[in-house]
């Protein structure tokens, strides 16, 4: 299934007690069986309903006491990727059309059709832009001509939709461009410069929604120079970009403040920004959390530094004939493999014999497995079958320091390492490290 974004954004408000259906149609039917319902709130989401996908049709029977504001239908997992947005006022029923290729395309609610075209028809004056400056064109009539025209669309849609819910975020998003023209570079540095001038951090609508993150994340990663750089300079100017929204942010909900801070750093270590990420992470959000008590957000964010591609693997040490082994102290391969497996789980007693046999001859890598286990008995037995690996023991198996160390909870658990032990890959099998270990 194909990943789909969409989103439309809004909030919570007052109470309107008459109960309303959301519905409609997905496509291709076969890839689609279950929907459920959020509302969204700042920083956070609360469930309202769900429903089965039958034969590509549902309804979602809102509660009556569902208040008005943003809901987020979530059709597929992970949850945070497979969503769309959509405008509950609490006075219409909502019915609309979902494929994998196109969307959401909404047949039934003022708000929700508003609120879409108007985004539409903003890209589409947008890229028209773009493409303007990437055709060279320095017309003073045509830049005229397409400012006019973004300015009669905003001012049409804000009239349009007086009195919806959709009115604060089309008034929130109105761009702030040079009314004349000017060369590229002075554009871009223009709207830069005037980018937060609509957005009002403070508002618990905008903050219920997926409006000021979207703005946020798009300022933060994508407000770069034109011209060629390298990644570390880029780094650079995306945390002067962060630092300007701690200070467009700085007098706002802490609680918020945290949701915002988290996405950037979400963002970063997803894009491999690890100097941004760590920035984030050390400037901004392990205070926010540790004021807040969000333990919990602090310990995910080291345990993905700790095991993220690059960093060095956490110690592992096992006793020989000679002595005790530390991983730390290995020299002379090319890789470093450790496998986390178990002598009671089956695919383990599969996989590693297949994946012994096949790095017999293979002098560039080292395998270290650690086994997890609740005694050493079987443990014993199996570990003499494979004798060119070396062997770890993690007693406690799931509560062994080796487990939380390197968040193990299935087994097998594959990690490459490089010769300085930097993990460079995480495979799903025996099968990938070899084809990885072939490649490479």
């Known amino acids: 299934m194909k990943k789909i974004l969409l989103s439309f954004l809004m909030l919570f408000s007052t109470f309107i007690f ?8 997905f496509s291709p039917i076969k890839d689609y069986s279950w929907i459920i319902a959020y509302r969204l709130k700042p920083g ?7 429903s089965a996908i039958k034969d590509g049709v549902f309804t979602l029977n809102i509660p009556e006491s569902s208040p008005k504001g943003i809901y987020r239908l979530v059709y597929a997992v992970p949850q945070e990727e497979f969503y769309f947005d959509v405008v509950y006022n609490g006075k219409e029923d909502i019915k609309l059309h979902f494929t994998t290729e196109k969307g959401v395309n909404f047949l039934k609610s003022e708000e929700n059709k508003v609120f879409s075209s108007y985004f539409k028809e903003i890209r589409a004056i947008e890229n028209e832009i773009i493409e303007f400056y990437s055709s060279g064109s320095s017309s003073k009539n045509q830049y005229n001509a397409l400012i006019k025209k973004l300015k009669k669309t905003q001012t049409a849609f804000e009239t349009s939709s007086d009195g919806l819910m959709a009115n604060t975020f089309i008034k929130a998003n109105r761009l702030h461009l040079p009314e004349s023209y000017v060369d590229v570079f002075t554009f871009i540095s223009e709207k830069k ?25 798009n300022y933060v990663f994508t407000a770069l120079p034109l011209e060629q750089i390298t990644k570390e300079a880029t780094e650079k100017i995306i945390q002067k970009n962060v630092d300007k929204v ?29 100097l941004t990420s760590d920035y984030v992470f050390s400037t901004y ?4 959390a540790e004021d807040l008590g969000k333990k919990d957000i ?9 095991l993220r591609i690059g960093a060095i693997a956490p110690e592992i040490s096992w006793k020989e004939e000679n002595g005790t082994k530390k991983l730390s102290a290995l020299e002379g391969s090319k890789n470093y493999i450790l496998v986390f497996w178990s002598s009671t ?3 383990c007693l599969k996989e590693l014999p297949a994946l012994h046999k096949e790095l017999k001859k293979n002098e560039n890598t080292t395998v270290i497995a650690v086994g997890m286990e609740d005694d050493s008995t079987t443990w014993s037995i199996e570990k003499v079958k494979l004798p060119n690996f070396k062997h770890a023991i993690a007693l406690g198996k799931w509560e062994s320091n080796y487990a939380k160390l390197y968040a193990i909870n299935q087994t097998p658990t594959y990690f490459i390492l490089d010769s300085n032990k930097r993990f460079i890959a ?8 070899v084809e990885y270990l072939n490649k490479n």
């Open 18 to 25: 008459a109960q309303h259906t959301i519905s409609g149609a």
């Open 298 to 306: 602090v310990e995910e964010i080291e345990l993905h530094n700790r």
């Open 44 to 50: 956070t989401q609360v469930y309202v309903a769900d």
């Open 426 to 433: 995480k495979p799903e099998n025996d099968k990938q490290v």
């Open 345 to 347: 789980c089956s695919h």
């Open 193 to 217: 410069k005037n980018y937060f001038n609509g957005l009002d951090y403070t508002n618990t609508t905008l903050q219920a929604s997926g409006f000021l993150t979207d703005k946020t994340l």
């Open 285 to 288: 959000l392990k205070t926010l």
């Open 246 to 274: 701690n200070l467009e942010t700085k007098n706002i909900d802490s609680n918020y403040r945290l949701h915002l801070f988290y996405t950037i750093w979400s963002q970063a270590a997803a894009s491999q920004f690890n």
